[in-house]
């Protein structure tokens, strides 16, 4: 931890008399960092991991995007900003890892638990707001707005073909008996994003990453943390995270009333529900396949990987004449 304490005073100034580990996320690892007047949240993300430079690759970007919604908008104190360095710079970064400071939040994740009411109502009232703003914002989104790209489809073939073989036998034995109708979830999802790219879809503000680990309760209010992924892309890219939910139906009550002509873009959903499927299978055997793992965290992307593979078939689909949600297979 006298790295971290270093870092702390020499790019932050400040004094830490503790850095204690804390529970990471998919895409680093996390410390509260104690001084003699305020708590801290380190964000820490390790160059070893594969996943690193796309999780922060744009943190220059997106962080003035950040600060602005948190200053100009009714989403103050419901998202975290990232501290300044000295330097002025959103960041710090060294031989082993690139780093972020925010003030602690006092709370809880919420992690496995079902939200309640009024948790539902006020994510509802975040993604609302987040979906009020557009490019036309006094800060640049031209970094962040969506191309439809698949930039790990290459890699993702790759891996089904030619390094299928170089998996490990465990993974190999789950993998392989889904590889063709993968190949096939990706040429179909190459043809879909194709057809967005020649369309005029309407962009917002999106997360892009809306689960409830990425939720806290901090006394009466609920913070959503997290936002590496925020985008300028049909608001799709958020809703398909809470389409299938059993509380999606109150979700949208409050949802609709700060967006009360919102009609789903069918084509836009099945994009990011295919493309997030198939991207967290791609860096789930990244990670098996290059990241130096405990047989712990083994086991653990082992059932990530598993989990998401038993989703390739089914997708959520509106049925028009019910006007309801309902898991389906999509035969191509």
């Given at each position: 931890?006298?790295?971290?304490?270093?870092?702390?005073?020499?790019?932050?100034?400040i004094?830490?008399?503790?850095?204690?580990?804390?529970?990471?996320?998919?895409?680093?690892?996390?410390?509260?960092?104690?001084?003699?007047?305020?708590?801290y949240?380190l964000?820490?993300?390790?160059?070893?991991?594969?996943?690193?430079?796309?999780w922060?690759?744009?943190?220059?970007?997106?962080?003035?995007?950040?600060?602005?919604?948190?200053?100009?908008?009714?989403?103050?104190?419901?998202?975290?900003?990232?501290?300044?360095?000295?330097?002025?710079?959103y960041?710090?970064?060294?031989?082993?890892?690139?780093?972020?400071?925010?003030?602690?939040?006092?709370?809880?994740?919420?992690?496995?638990?079902?939200?309640?009411?009024?948790?539902?109502?006020?994510?509802?009232?975040?993604?609302?707001?987040?979906?009020?703003?557009?490019?036309?914002?006094?800060?640049?989104t031209?970094?962040?707005?969506?191309?439809?790209?698949?930039?790990?489809?290459?890699?993702f073939?790759e891996?089904?073909?030619?390094?299928?073989?170089?998996?490990p036998?465990?993974?190999?034995?789950?993998?392989?008996p889904?590889?063709?109708?993968?190949?096939?979830?990706?040429?179909?999802?190459?043809?879909?994003?194709?057809?967005?790219?020649?369309?005029a879809?309407k962009?917002?503000?999106?997360?892009?990453?809306?689960?409830?680990?990425?939720?806290?309760?901090?006394d009466?209010?609920?913070i959503l943390?997290?936002?590496?992924?925020?985008?300028?892309?049909?608001?799709e890219?958020?809703?398909?995270?809470?389409?299938?939910?059993?509380?999606?139906?109150?979700?949208?009550?409050?949802?609709?009333?700060?967006?009360?002509?919102?009609?789903?873009?069918?084509?836009?959903?099945?994009?990011?529900?295919?493309?997030?499927?198939?991207?967290?299978?791609?860096?789930?055997?990244?990670?098996?396949?290059?990241?130096?793992?405990?047989?712990?965290?083994?086991?653990e992307t082992?059932?990530?990987?598993?989990?998401?593979?038993?989703?390739?078939?089914?997708?959520?689909?509106?049925?028009?004449?019910?006007?309801?949600?309902t898991?389906?297979?999509?035969?191509?």
């Open positions: 931890m006298d790295h971290f304490k270093t870092i702390l005073r020499h790019h932050y100034d004094e830490a008399i503790d850095v204690i580990p804390q529970q990471g996320g998919w895409s680093a690892l996390a410390y509260k960092v104690i001084s003699d007047q305020h708590a949240f964000k820490v993300y390790e160059k070893s991991r594969a996943s690193t430079p796309k922060t690759a744009l943190i220059d970007k997106y962080v003035p995007i950040i600060q602005w919604l948190s200053c100009q908008t009714r989403l103050q104190g419901k998202i975290p900003v990232p501290l300044q360095t000295r330097n002025a710079a960041k710090h970064e060294d031989d082993v890892g690139i780093y972020q400071l925010f003030a602690y939040i006092e709370g809880k994740t919420i992690g496995s638990q079902a939200l309640n009411s009024m948790q539902i109502r006020q994510l509802s009232e975040i993604i609302a707001e987040l979906h009020l703003y557009g490019e036309e914002i006094p800060v640049s031209a970094a962040i707005k969506e191309d439809f790209r698949i930039p790990f489809a290459e890699q073939r891996m089904l073909t030619e390094n299928i073989h170089h998996l036998d465990d993974v190999n034995e789950i993998v392989k889904f590889a063709d109708i993968l190949a096939t979830r990706m040429s179909h999802l190459e043809i879909i994003a194709e057809e967005l790219r020649g369309s879809v962009m917002k503000l999106c997360h892009t990453d809306l689960h409830n680990w990425n939720l806290m309760q901090s009466q209010q609920l943390i997290d936002w590496e992924g925020v985008k300028l892309a049909p608001v890219a958020d809703l398909m995270f809470l389409v299938g939910k059993p509380f999606f139906e109150e979700f949208m009550a409050t949802y609709l009333m700060a967006h009360p002509n919102y009609v789903v873009n069918r084509k836009a959903l099945e994009f990011y529900q295919i493309r997030r499927t198939l991207e967290d299978i791609c860096e789930l055997l990244e990670q098996l396949l290059f990241d130096e793992q405990e047989e712990k965290d083994r086991v082992i059932g990530h990987l598993k989990g998401e593979l038993s989703k390739v078939e089914f997708f959520w689909m509106l049925d028009t004449n019910q006007q309801k949600w898991r389906r297979q999509i035969r191509l």
